[in-house]
């Protein structure tokens, strides 16, 4: 079923901030600093009730961690759901969500990672507006915490994205953290994707990324080309890259072959698929498993523009 896309309202100074762990299991250190972090913003903190549960490497069951979220979800003061880590495990989640619920108490939702099985979830199923960026955990440089908050706070007709100089630095000794183009181009359409193996492991379920004309964004992390190649054919294979309006990879880090003599570079397999494209194309735009990142607002309508190297937000991604 296409929902009417639903925007959370912003968010301002002394918001209460419920924080989650809908995914990979926590402990007492990386709460604090979470909270720490979350509080360092203005904002004011609420512990999910089962934030410290543990089931194997998940922070609880399905059910704990499902009843945390619905639990912030239902709590009017809460104005926010902010995911501590990633990890694995949100996928398992995603029948038991009440997506009625959930459009029913627009709020945001912000993190990455294995976060985007519910980014994928609430945009398909609730038409909610939903936030790709930070975990709560994450160190928060300027450029990250500038575009969050530009984001969540401050609803702009226009808001252009350019990518952080800290990454092309970093680029001239890593060059995986280099913006490419394989194909250039101006390209609209509403931001859609998330991490890579998660996109993937949706694909063919009633969650799947439909990314025909969207812009489709793609990050990975700690995987070796192969596994990338693997993931990228499974989504040209059911959607179509040809059928999106434009492809941007992040910055993909730590992603090399265990054995280089026997295996494509990074770059060499994200060009097997990025390459033979007519729409824009690129690579190295500065967001993924990284500390310089923007914040992706899911669903929302945007503009690539590969010569300017710039993300330009064509509408307020929060109401």
Request: aromatic content about 6%.
């Amino acid at each position: 079923m296409k929902h009417t896309l639903i925007k959370p309202p912003r968010l301002h100074q002394g918001d209460l901030v419920g924080l989650i762990a809908p995914g990979g299991r926590t402990n007492d250190a990386s709460i604090e600093k979470a909270v720490r972090n979350i509080e360092a913003l203005g904002f004011r903190v609420k512990l999910g009730a089962n934030l410290r549960a543990v089931h194997g490497n998940y922070a609880g069951s399905v059910q704990q961690r499902v009843a945390d979220l619905h639990a912030m979800i239902q709590d009017p003061e809460v104005k926010a759901m902010w995911c501590i880590r990633g990890g694995s495990g949100c996928i398992s989640l995603l029948s038991s969500l009440d997506y009625k619920l959930v459009r029913a108490n627009p709020k945001v939702l912000l993190g990455y990672s294995d976060i985007t099985a519910l980014h994928l979830a609430f945009y398909r199923h609730a038409g909610l507006v939903t936030f790709h960026g930070p975990v709560a955990i994450s160190g928060q440089s300027d450029y990250a915490r500038e575009h969050l908050l530009a984001v969540l706070m401050d609803p702009q007709p226009n808001y252009t994205i350019p990518m952080a100089l800290e990454n092309s630095r970093r680029a001239l000794e890593e060059p995986h953290f280099a913006m490419r183009t394989a194909t250039h181009g101006q390209a609209t359409g509403p931001l859609i994707g998330g991490n890579l193996s998660l996109v993937s492991a949706l694909a063919g379920t009633p969650y799947a990324a439909d990314f025909r004309d969207a812009i489709l964004y793609l990050e990975e992390v700690n995987e070796e080309p192969y596994r990338i190649d693997r993931w990228m054919t499974q989504l040209d294979l059911a959607v179509g890259f040809k059928n999106a309006a434009a492809l941007m990879v992040g910055i993909c880090d730590d992603c090399v072959p265990e054995d280089p003599e026997l295996s494509l570079t990074l770059q060499e397999t994200l060009d097997l698929h990025l390459k033979p494209l007519i729409v824009p194309a690129v690579s190295g735009y500065s967001f993924g498993h990284i500390r310089h990142q923007f914040t992706i607002p899911v669903g929302v309508m945007a503009r690539l523009d590969t010569e300017r190297q710039t993300l330009t937000l064509l509408e307020p991604a929060v109401a």
